[in-house]
């Protein structure tokens, strides 16, 4: 005989941002994660950490990453890597839809160390 139990399982913003950090960094040619700059989500902290910016309407996923790449790569198929890892990722493990996977590409690690000027 099985029980059913009734209830909901939520899950809070900083877990999604976790997992699209960690699927971003997990990405070829991701160097870094970049500060997210300002707006009103960095006062509340909710769905903001270094790097990722969620967003969650009507259970729609909504992410925007800021990233320093690897010197040498292909950006836009970095970027769309990104976007898939990070799409998938979400799915995968908490089962939301993800709308938009906005990446935004902050700067580059050159290998000398700092960008030519």
């Given amino acids: 005989m099985s029980e059913i139990t009734q209830g909901k399982t939520t899950v809070s913003p900083e877990v999604l941002t976790t997992l699209a950090g960690f699927a971003a960094l997990e990405s070829a040619g991701v160097s870094r994660l970049a500060p997210v700059s300002g707006g009103v989500n960095r006062l ?24 320093i790449l690897k010197d040498g790569v292909n950006i836009r198929e ?21 709308q938009e996977v906005n990446v935004h590409i902050e700067d580059i690690d050159y290998e000398g160390g700092a960008a030519p000027a």
């Fill in 44 to 67: 509340f902290r909710r769905g903001v950490s270094d790097g990722v910016r969620i967003e969650i309407r009507e259970n729609v996923v909504f992410v925007d990453l800021f990233l």
């Fill in 78 to 98: 970095t970027g769309r890597a990104v976007q898939a890892n990070v799409a998938r990722s979400i799915q995968e493990t908490v089962g939301m839809d993800v």
